[in-house]
């Protein structure tokens, strides 16, 4: 079975600072999807980037990088010029290609923004 | 606005009580997924419907019960409700199916509180 580990409960970084959250992933399949989601304080849950991993190119999304290491099962997420708006919790997140679609979600890490 | 709809937004009930919660999926999003998430925790897999037919079960308890209509739109049943039910209740809907990448969106939520 496929797990998703967030190692890290909370991170903190300065403001205009570039921020590093990691994921890692457990799974047999050769292809599948990873995803990051981030939680605001408004609870609402927002897709920040996607990756097919058959793609070796990493996604990229404005000031959101994601560096996707397929042999290492890592997909961390760089936040770069970290703005006071990023404070959130965010999720990494996996879905095979096939079978029953059914997302696996990490843990979340709790990302906060000093001013 | 992610296309996902939910209601009612809040929701205050007894113990003891029957309620249930309503999710409108994407327009052309033929899976809905519910999730349930407690104060300052993860997301907790419900279940998943499929153009109308269950695909996957999480962590659903016997209480609880879902079902997808025809029109795609989902009910999520929740029974004989306990204190430890009040909790945020997500629905999200996607695309996925067999080669198609298929990321979720999330409706804003269902704010459950039990008395």
């Known amino acids: 079975a496929q797990t998703v580990t967030q190692s890290q409960p909370e991170m903190s970084v300065q403001e205009a600072e570039t921020v590093t959250l990691s994921c890692t992933y457990d799974?047999?399949?050769?292809?599948?999807?990873l995803f990051w989601y981030k939680q605001p304080p408004s609870r609402q849950m927002i897709l920040v980037i996607r990756?097919?991993?058959?793609?070796?190119q990493n996604a990229t999304e404005n000031r959101f990088s994601v560096n996707f290491q397929k042999a290492a099962k890592s997909f961390s997420l760089k936040i770069s010029d970290s703005q006071l708006g990023d404070a959130a919790m965010y999720f990494c997140?996996?879905?095979?290609?096939?079978?029953?679609?059914?997302?696996?979600f990490g843990t979340g890490t709790r990302l906060k923004v000093l001013a | 606005d992610s296309g996902v709809t939910q209601t009612p937004k809040h929701l205050i009930t007894a113990t003891g009580q029957r309620v249930t919660l309503r999710c409108s999926p994407r327009s052309g999003d033929l899976s809905v997924y519910w999730y349930q998430q407690s104060l300052d925790q993860g997301l907790q897999f419900l279940i998943q419907?499929?153009?109308?037919?269950?695909?996957a079960k999480g962590n659903i308890l016997e209480r609880f019960s879902a079902q997808q209509f025809p029109d795609l739109h989902s009910e999520l049943n929740l029974s004989s409700l306990e204190l430890g039910d009040s909790a945020l209740y997500f629905c999200?809907?996607?695309?996925?199916?067999?080669?198609?990448?298929?990321?979720?969106?999330f409706g804003p939520g269902t704010r459950l509180t039990v008395t």
């Open positions: 419907y499929y153009n109308g037919e269950e695909r």
């Open positions: 990756q097919e991993a058959y793609k070796q």
């Open positions: 997140a996996y879905r095979s290609p096939s079978g029953t679609y059914k997302y696996i």
């Open positions: 999200a809907s996607s695309v996925a199916s067999q080669g198609l990448m298929g990321e979720q969106y």
């Open positions: 799974t047999s399949e050769s292809d599948y999807y």
